[in-house]
């Protein structure tokens, strides 16, 4: 698939130590973006800088914790000081961790709040005024299939992905006339860490779950289709992208 060149523009990325993260800075690197990758695991993001940099690319790495609304703003002006713009921001950084209401621990609920939600708010609130004064840029969010479909034993996460799904709407709504385009990507079941931070059980039960599915998606998958939405021609608004595995039901 032939895609416009980002070629001049940067993008700053949360959640870039891996998965999905990971895969989005390469791709846009290889498009021609320069590349704020952003997470708490340095060395991770050190490695993926040299990676992107070694291809010919242009990447910086930065340490930040989505949750901490200082620390996003830190990013987002860091991005911009040190790349000389912020184009392009991919709301990437979230926790998946599920299990039943009842008998919660209710820590695990503030973590996925901190990082799936405000972790969102925040490096939105701070890109926005950067993206205005520059004439327009792009915010991708990433959601989930589990904010348009809940489940019993994902209450929470449901709770959090329904909720970047209709922020990124209305902020769509808002955007519009400083010339931002919003979209949401809400990928299905990718295999990627995620799942590897929930208790043995609920993992037990993700395994099921990937068996009857067969094939499951890939974060280079998502990072196509991030890309495609991000190297759109301007008067394009790709709003909402719900990708799943063939298998997934």
């Known amino acids: 698939m032939?895609?416009?060149?980002?070629?001049?523009?940067?993008?700053?990325?949360?959640?870039?130590?891996?998965?999905?993260?990971?895969?989005?800075?390469?791709?846009?690197?290889e498009a021609g973006a320069a590349v704020a990758v952003g997470a708490r695991r340095t060395d991770r993001l050190e490695e993926l800088v040299s990676e992107i940099e070694g291809d010919g690319g242009r990447a910086v790495a930065l340490s930040v914790d989505v949750s901490d609304e200082q620390?996003?703003?830190?990013?987002?002006?860091?991005?911009?000081?040190?790349?000389?713009?912020?184009?392009?921001?991919?709301n990437n950084?979230?926790?998946?961790?599920?299990?039943?209401?009842?008998?919660?621990?209710?820590?695990?609920w503030r973590q996925m709040i901190d990082a799936n939600v405000y972790g969102?708010?925040?490096?939105?609130?701070?890109?926005?005024?950067?993206?205005?004064?520059?004439g327009g840029g792009h915010i991708v969010n990433v959601s989930s299939v589990a904010?348009?479909?809940?489940?019993?034993?994902?209450?929470v996460y449901n709770l959090t992905k329904f909720?970047?799904?209709?922020?990124?709407?209305?902020?769509?709504q808002e955007a519009l006339n400083s010339r931002v385009r919003v979209t949401a990507i809400e990928p299905g079941f990718v295999e990627t860490e995620l799942q590897g931070h929930n208790t043995e059980d609920v993992q037990k039960g993700i395994s099921s779950v990937m068996e009857k599915i067969g094939d499951v998606l890939q974060p280079e998958d998502i990072a196509?289709?991030?890309?495609?939405?991000?190297?759109?021609?301007?008067?394009?608004?790709?709003n909402e992208v719900l990708v799943r595995p063939l298998g997934q039901k």
């Open 93 to 108: 950084a979230g926790v998946m961790l599920l299990g039943p209401v009842e008998g919660a621990d209710t820590d695990q």
């Open 224 to 238: 196509e289709a991030i890309l495609y939405a991000v190297s759109q021609p301007e008067r394009v608004g790709i």
């Open 2 to 29: 032939r895609h416009n060149s980002l070629e001049g523009r940067v993008a700053a990325i949360t959640g870039a130590s891996s998965g999905i993260g990971a895969a989005t800075a390469r791709a846009l690197a």
């Open 120 to 134: 969102v708010l925040y490096c939105t609130h701070a890109v926005l005024p950067i993206m205005r004064e520059a």
């Open 163 to 172: 909720g970047v799904t209709a922020f990124s709407e209305a902020l769509r």
């Open 71 to 90: 620390a996003a703003r830190k990013f987002a002006a860091d991005t911009k000081e040190q790349l000389g713009g912020l184009d392009i921001l991919v």
């Open 147 to 155: 904010g348009r479909v809940a489940g019993a034993g994902t209450a």
